[in-house]
């Protein structure tokens, strides 16, 4: 006698094609989940990167306009800082932060 072969069983799809929400984990390619730690990645030196030349042109803007020496010293001060945590998240290498802040120095002397 032959055995009667049954199709699979369709799953239940969700209604207007969404997808499925899972909870926990998830698996996906490692092509896939380097592409999304990558994009993360950049965001975050994006953001950072323009926290830097922000407190950098605000710093040369104060020198320009002859704020007092406490405003650019303050200024100064918040830039090294910015620039410092910058080096240690890996944004840039150390004598690349070093470069910027010398060349903050000397605008501060130059006044």
Do not use: C, H, W
């Amino acid at each position: 006698m032959a055995e009667e072969k049954k199709p699979p069983a369709a799953q239940p799809t969700p209604a207007n094609g969404e997808k499925e929400k899972t909870t926990g984990k998830v698996k996906r390619p490692s092509a896939l989940k380097r592409a999304l730690q990558n994009e993360k990645r950049r965001l975050k030196n994006r953001s950072l990167n323009s926290t830097v030349s922000t407190a950098v042109r605000s710093f040369k803007e104060a020198v320009s306009k002859n704020e007092s020496k406490e405003q650019v010293q303050s200024k100064l001060q918040s830039a090294y800082s910015i620039v410092d945590k910058a080096v240690k998240r890996g944004l840039y290498k150390p004598q690349k932060a070093a470069r910027i802040k010398s060349r903050l120095a000397l605008r501060v002397g130059s006044k």
